[in-house]
């Protein structure tokens, strides 16, 4: 899809070929898990992914209108803060990946990217925003230590990594094996957090797992 043409998913709507918020759903599903970077085996599509949430949320907020206009009052809709807090921290995610960019040049975004992510949970769950900033904070501090010791300590961040990308998954492409995969070793990794006095994280964590049960972002 190309942005500068325009929201393809608008234009559908436009040409009666997407009449409801299912029709929408179903076709931004299919989609959305082909351009994922786990699906596509790479990073390729991922410009694309970002891009199609964003023209998702473009094409919900016009579809509801549309309703509105037409005195369906059932097109009311709001602005999902949670989908958009979980979209900011795979913006986070892929701009600290190593081998994708180089993350002293990405300062400025990955900066910007923190801060979106700040106010859209400030908007979703504002009771957590000190515990999240923390959580950041001992996150940054566990990814820049230098492995030291027999088991090294990057052991931690590298085994965080995968739960914290499982979570976004989950909640951005809807697929329940995501939920399983976060759950993976989970004890083991909360019992590594305490250790190294993460107790912001592990709590964090903690919410982000309980909060699973109400089902994945992307459909709410």
Not at 84 to 93: K, M, P, W
């Amino acid at each position: 899809m190309s942005h500068a043409a325009g929201n393809d998913f608008i234009r559908l709507i436009q040409s009666g070929k997407l009449r409801s918020f299912e029709d929408l759903r179903s076709i931004y599903h299919t989609i959305i898990i082909k351009t994922h970077p786990d699906a596509a085996g790479s990073d390729k599509y991922l410009e694309m992914h970002l891009r199609l949430g964003a023209d998702y949320e473009e094409a919900r907020a016009y579809l509801a209108e549309s309703q509105r206009s037409k005195g369906d009052s059932g097109g009311m809709i709001v602005r999902n803060h949670r989908l958009a807090f979980f979209r900011q921290l795979r913006l986070v995610e892929t701009l600290e990946v190593p081998y994708v960019y180089h993350r002293e040049n990405k300062l400025g975004e990955l900066r910007t990217a923190k801060e979106t992510a700040l106010n859209e949970l400030s908007c979703w769950k504002k009771e957590l925003i000190d515990l999240y900033k923390e959580a950041d904070g001992e996150y940054v501090r566990i990814k820049s230590e230098r492995p030291e010791g027999p088991y090294l300590k990057h052991a931690l961040a590298l085994n965080i990594r995968p739960l914290v990308h499982n979570l976004i998954s989950f909640h951005i492409t809807g697929r329940d094996v995501y939920a399983k995969q976060a759950r993976q070793n989970l004890s083991g990794i909360m019992h590594q957090l305490t250790e190294n006095r993460c107790y912001a994280l592990c709590q964090f964590l903690t919410f982000l797992l309980d909060d699973m049960k109400s089902g994945a972002a992307i459909w709410g």
